[in-house]
């Protein structure tokens, strides 16, 4: 099958975002490891203002896989884990400025839940042309879940989102990064077009599409560093710091791991 988009040389980063935290408002979390992810709103403005003025576009994940023809054009895909209510209130405005698109993968037993978007806010923000993906039904670590629980996790989800904004749901995104061949079979099976992990590196044409990467921008990632990464620069670090916590995860447990971590962010 032929391969179409992602053509740049350096491949094409997909950036990952959660909660943006609005100043003089609380997170929907105060634990270490949630923080860790929750961009400042400022930060975040000068984050895609700086994007802009080293001329990226920010683009949805369906427009990083159609386009073919992408030697001239500098695209950086947005996405957004959860479905945070800020990503209507805060993010939505500040991409809508910079004429930027984004993908906002929601997790669908959340919605509706305080701090998250409603139902109304999620046809909302689909109506203002951000593209809505699926970030599972209750955000399991999806590689040790039985058959049945990955159905419902990944076509479920698929399907009751697809009711809630009468639109077809193209993308999904592993809660935690947690992939494996089970994830992208069913996930194709259910009709999903690809699969993004949180595995730190930039996509080219030839990669899996059921196995995409992700780089994370976390709390006080310099504004610097978006465009270094979309050029393909300094993301080794990332990697071989993703490979030893994977690493950590599967010798000790997913959740005994994400204990440890908790403790040792105190």
């Known amino acids: 099958m032929e391969q179409r988009g992602l053509a740049q040389t350096h491949g094409i980063a997909f950036l990952m975002f959660h909660e943006l935290e609005r100043a003089g408002c609380a997170l929907l ?13 400022a930060d975040f403005r000068v984050q895609m203002a700086g994007l802009r003025e080293a001329g990226f576009k920010g683009a949805t994940v369906s427009e990083a896989l159609r ?8 695209l950086a895909v947005i996405t957004f884990d959860d479905g945070c209510e800020t990503d209507l209130t805060v993010a939505a405005p500040v991409l809508r400025e910079a004429a930027f698109g984004a993908t906002f993968f929601v997790t669908v037993d959340w ?3 305080a701090g998250h978007l409603t139902a109304p806010q999620l046809r909302e923000l689909a109506a203002a042309g951000f593209e809505i993906g699926c970030h599972s039904l209750s955000h399991p670590h999806l590689p040790a879940l039985s058959e049945q629980a990955l159905a419902r996790e990944i076509g479920e989800a698929k399907s009751r989102l697809e009711d809630l904004l009468g639109a077809r749901v193209n993308h999904f995104a592993c ?3 947690g992939w494996d061949r089970r994830v992208a079979r069913t996930a194709y099976g259910f009709g999903y077009e690809s699969v993004s992990t949180s595995v730190p590196r930039t996509n ?8 995409l990467g992700r780089i994370p921008v ?24 993703n490979q ?17 971590r908790r403790s040792l962010l105190r």
């Not at 386009?67 to 500098?74: F, I």
């Open 175 to 177: 809660p935690g990064g």
């Open 67 to 74: 386009e073919s023809e992408l030697d001239d054009r500098k």
């Open 111 to 113: 919605i509706n839940r």
């Open 244 to 260: 030893v916590r994977a690493m950590a995860r599967a010798c000790v447990g997913a959740s005994r791991y994400d204990q440890l």
């Open 29 to 41: 979390s105060s634990d270490p490891g949630y923080v860790r992810y929750a961009v400042r709103e």
């Open 218 to 241: 976390l709390r006080g990632t310099p504004c610097s560093a978006l465009p270094a990464w979309c050029r393909g620069r300094g993301l080794f670090r990332l990697r071989a710091g």
């Open 204 to 211: 080219r044409a030839s990669d899996d599409r059921f196995r």
